[in-house]
Nanobody
């Protein structure tokens, strides 16, 4: 069982930046996959960024060049750096991890990001 706690969301003006954090309850150093998803009101949850072991990172086309996923194994924390934010980035952002290939995955509770002037 992995518990994930996101933080770092908030209200930001268009063009601004935020860094989301996702603290895991245990070691993430060997996890097969880490990722961030988001869900806007009235829409389905969608992939933002996902990185699998031994593979390149996948980004949604809408965030390429603006968002970056990273991990700090020493702190068991996953990050999402979001730059040049747009109103359409407004959503609840969820952290997701998959410890092993084909294993159960785990979700955080979500953190709200609102981009508005």
């Amino acid at each position: 069982q992995v518990q994930l706690v996101e933080s770092g969301g908030g209200l930001v003006q268009p063009g601004g930046s935020l860094r989301l954090s996702c603290a895991a309850s245990g070691s993430i150093s060997s996890f097969y996959a880490i990722g961030w998803y988001r869900q806007a009101p009235g829409k389905q949850r969608e992939l933002v960024a996902r990185k699998r072991s031994g593979s390149s990172t996948t980004y949604a086309d809408s965030v390429k060049g603006r968002f970056t996923i990273s991990r700090d194994n020493a702190k068991d924390t996953i990050y999402l750096q979001m730059n040049s934010l747009k109103p359409e980035d407004t959503a609840v952002y969820y952290c997701n991890v998959q410890p092993g290939y084909g294993s159960e995955d785990y979700w955080g509770q979500g953190t709200q990001v609102t981009v508005s002037s």
